[in-house]
């Protein structure tokens, strides 16, 4: 891990993500990036703990679950929801195919084009995955979005986020204790399979409406002359989910 990460390290976590926030407050204040999970509340609370002038942005997906929105409007009515350019079923047509594990366009066009021209706070942790440690840092320069991003939590593991909510925050997403370990996109390509049909049972319409996109997108790979073994939208849907 880069030394940057390991400012002020005499203090415990949340003095020094408190004192990493301070250190790099930009004049014009941070984009917060705040998804409505645990880590982002944390972020949220970090930075009205430090004082430092910030205004926190949604990127809506229209693939997100209605108890998190309804958590964050309740709970979080200054955050700014920002509308995507294409929905989720609008996009699948346009790349011509899922999005998968490999291929996440969906982050790309859906969750990461918020804060452009910003220094950017999210709330990534390296311990989330081993990609992420590898290659997350405390600052990062985000080029051709012309942006720098502050992820004060970076080292912080998931212990360290549930103390810092339940004693700090109080109060979370109602998801959380109904078995959910993340909180994202419904249908998400990162999820397992048995997460994937846990929320699509739950969430018949957004289901339907996968499939429809895929039934799109089968059309147009047709139209333009592209190889699609698959025959229908249905052989898709289970090609996705099962990954068979």
């Known amino acids: 891990m880069a030394k940057s990460k390991y400012l002020f390290p005499e203090m415990d976590k949340t003095t020094m993500a408190i004192e990493r926030l301070k250190l790099f407050e930009p ?5 917060l ?24 942005h949604y990127q809506v997906t229209t693939v997100d679950p209605p108890e998190l929105m309804q958590f964050m409007r309740r709970k979080y009515p200054d955050v700014k929801f920002e509308l995507p350019e294409l929905t989720m079923w609008e996009l699948i047509p346009k790349k011509r195919m899922p999005p998968t ?50 992820n004060p939590i970076i080292d912080w593991n998931i212990n360290d986020v549930w103390d810092f909510t339940n004693k700090g925050i109080g109060y979370h997403c109602k998801l959380y204790d109904e078995g ?34 895929f039934d799109e997108m089968i059309r147009v790979r047709k139209e333009r002359g592209m190889k699609t073994t698959w025959k229908t939208a249905q052989e898709v849907f289970d090609w996705w989910v099962y990954r068979t």
């Open 27 to 31: 004049k014009e204040g941070y984009h």
């Open 33 to 56: 990036a705040f998804s409505g999970g645990k880590d982002s509340q944390v972020i949220y609370r970090l930075a009205e703990m430090s004082g430092v002038k910030f205004d926190a």
């Open 101 to 150: 594990q490999l291929v996440r366009y969906c982050c790309e066009y859906l969750k990461e084009r918020g804060g452009e021209g910003r220094f950017v706070v999210t709330g990534i942790r390296a311990l989330e995955s081993p990609k992420r440690m590898n290659n997350r840092r405390m600052m990062e320069n985000c080029h051709p979005k012309q942006k720098q991003v502050l």
């Open 180 to 213: 959910w370990d993340r909180i994202g996109c419904i249908g998400c390509p990162m999820g397992n399979k048995k997460n994937m049909l846990m929320q699509f049972k739950r969430y018949p319409t957004i289901k339907n409406k996968y499939i429809k996109a």
